[in-house]
């Protein structure tokens, strides 16, 4: 049964720490987007990728937030320098790009102290 | 952008009766429909989706209708059971393009 995976499943850290997330799409997969999940704001798109290429992060602080896909089997979302406002939980989906199902990683519960 | 919004947040029903969550979005480009169910503390998993080329689709107790020209749809359970109970967010996209997904409606089954 093929997943999304995602690392690290929790994250403490203090304010001003870099934070990374790595996540892994469903191989075969072409469209990879990462969302943020808060009580307040719902599933929020911060960006995407198609064919590795990114192609919408208008939802992203981008004094603080990159996201990038060094390779077809890996997409990362870095916080430099994180805030406490940073603190939800970060889930990476995959798809292709003619179906639209999402499939969706378990996320990455990020607390920022 | 496309907007979506959901309705209600919160439903409670008895155990065994129907549960009826609805969605409008906003851009008439959209074509695709999908609705997530989520559970404390997993992912969003897909339960059903819809294209704009039909009405309605159904999936044993669960059934999704569609509505192009009132910008309109919904997500109807039937004979409700406890492990129903969950987060449900529909969402909207075109074609192959960013899902935009709506608030979410918690849905508690009282047994």
């Known amino acids: 049964d093929a997943r999304v995976t995602q690392t690290p499943r929790h994250k403490v850290t203090e304010m001003g720490q870099e934070v990374t997330m790595r996540c892994q799409p469903i191989?075969?997969?072409?469209?990879v987007f990462w969302y943020r999940q808060t009580m307040m704001q719902g599933l929020e798109l911060l960006a995407y990728?198609?064919?590795?290429?990114?192609?919408?992060d208008s939802g992203m602080p981008k004094d603080r937030f990159s996201a990038e896909m060094p390779d077809a089997t890996l997409a990362t979302l870095k916080i430099q320098p994180s805030e406490p406002r940073d603190s939800a939980v970060y889930f990476c989906?995959?798809?292709?790009?003619?179906?639209?199902?999402?499939?969706f990683g378990s996320g990455t519960q990020l607390s920022v102290l | 952008g496309e907007n979506v919004e959901q309705h209600p947040s919160t439903l409670s029903v008895q155990e065994g009766d129907s549960a009826v969550i609805k969605c409008t979005y906003s851009?008439?480009?959209?074509?695709?429909f999908p609705w997530y169910k989520q559970e404390l503390g997993k992912r969003p998993q897909l339960i059903i989706d819809?294209?704009?080329?039909?009405g309605e689709k159904k999936d044993q107790r669960i059934a999704v209708t569609l509505n192009k020209t009132a910008k309109h749809f919904s997500l109807h359970i039937t004979e409700t059971q406890p492990e129903d109970s969950a987060v449900y967010f529909c969402?909207?996209?075109?074609?192959?393009?960013?899902?935009?997904f709506g608030t979410g409606t918690r849905l508690t089954i009282i047994p």
């Open positions: 989906a995959s798809g292709l790009g003619t179906g639209g199902k999402l499939f």
């Open positions: 191989l075969g997969h072409n469209t």
């Open positions: 990728f198609r064919n590795r290429a990114p192609l919408d």
């Open positions: 851009d008439s480009a959209s074509n695709y």
């Open positions: 819809i294209r704009s080329n039909v």
């Open positions: 969402a909207a996209s075109e074609g192959n393009e960013k899902l935009t």
